[in-house]
T-cell receptor, first 116, second 117 residues
Framework: AQKVTQAQTEISVVEKEDVTLDCVYE???????LFWYKQPPSGELVFLIR??????QNEISGRYSWNFQKSTSSFNFTITASQVVDSAVYFC?????????????FGTGTRLTVIP | DTGVSQDPRHKITKRGQNVTFRCDPI?????LYWYRQTLGQGPEFLTY????????KSRLLSDRFSAERPKGSFSTLEIQRTEQGDSAMYLC???????????????FGPGTRLLVL
């Protein structure tokens, strides 16, 4: 069965600190997709990144970077030089290709608070 | 570029009443999803449409819930005889199927927050 675990419920950092949000997933499929979404206080889920299981290259986008490691079933998200606008709940999600199901399985989220 | 829109943004109702929510997907997207999110949890999948066909339904979607997408454009989600346990944020997402591109990205709307008194 599929599962996404975000063990960190809440994290607080001081502005300009780096922070890493952890995501561990479980799946029996060999082909799957991993996502990160940001949910600010307004409530709308904002797409950040999609990764497929065959692409283990790490990715960097501005202050954001993602570390995908199949050996540990992890897809961690790092924010460098955090800013107050980064305060939000961040969700990691999994989609399996083999089952034919098109839905996303979400973790319970990590609430990040960046203190000015 | 117009994103996914949902209406209403907030709804307060009394237990036992029926409510209906609307979702307008991104215009060129043929796939539409409904999710439910309760406080402190991640979104949970409810149902999925490809064009006007409802292809998947979660066991979370009880008989009191019904969703439609009559013309393959906007969708409605109706909850009959609401219960206090239905209080949640109802999120709609859409995506565009691209053959050979694998699992596409779902883009979410702002959600409808339902409170059942």
């Amino acid at each position: 069965a599929q599962k996404v675990t975000q063990a960190q419920t809440e994290i607080s950092v001081v502005e300009k600190e780096d922070v890493t949000l952890d995501c561990v997933y479980e799946t029996r499929d060999t082909t799957y997709y991993l996502f990160w979404y940001k949910q600010p206080p307004s409530g709308e889920l904002v797409f950040l990144i999609r990764r497929n299981s065959f692409d283990e290259q790490n990715e960097i986008s501005g202050r954001y970077s993602w570390n995908f490691q199949k050996s540990t079933s992890s897809f961690n998200f790092t924010i460098t030089a955090s800013q107050v606008v980064d305060s939000a709940v961040y969700f990691c999600a999994l989609s399996e290709a083999g089952t034919g199901a098109n839905n996303l399985f979400f973790g319970t989220g990590t609430r990040l608070t960046v203190i000015p | 570029d117009t994103g996914v829109s949902q209406d209403p943004r907030h709804k307060i109702t009394k237990r036992g009443q029926n409510v209906t929510f609307r979702c307008d997907p991104i215009s060129e997207h043929n796939r539409l999803y409904w999710y439910r999110q309760t406080l402190g949890q991640g979104p949970e999948f409810l149902t999925y449409f490809q064009n006007e066909a409802q292809l998947e339904k979660s066991r979370l979607l009880s008989d009191r819930f019904s969703a439609e997408r009559p013309k393959g454009s906007f969708s409605t989600l109706e909850i009959q005889r609401t219960e206090q346990g239905d209080s949640a944020m109802y999120l709609c997402a859409s995506s565009s199927e691209t053959v050979g591109a694998g699992r596409e990205t779902q883009y979410f709307g702002p959600g409808t927050r339902l409170l059942v008194l």
